[in-house]
């Protein structure tokens, strides 16, 4: 997965990526928030065990100790009837799947 720009908390309209640190399973999501409120989210859901959450569910099945990192794949440019994100997501899904199943990144 080639990731070719810079992107801080404050981008909107994204594709992410998070994984965990311990096991290497992963979750490719998209936000219309400021990345910032986004990863908030997902901590206080994992804090608060919300079983809404993907990444909350991981950390109850697991453990404490399994911990997701987040980096921003794609920063989208919304437009006037909003932006293809669900396609993006998708297409991503595939790619980083594909991707890390190479690079021996997920068991």
Known sequence: MDVDFYADCRPRH???FSFCTCCHVFYIGKTNRFFKECMLKHLMDIAYAKETSALAKHVQAEGAQHVFNFMALEVMQPTIRGS???N????MEQNGFYCCKLTGFQD
């Open 88 to 91: 993006k997501v998708e297409e």
């Open 84 to 86: 293809n994100m669900s």
């Open 14 to 16: 994204l594709v992410y």
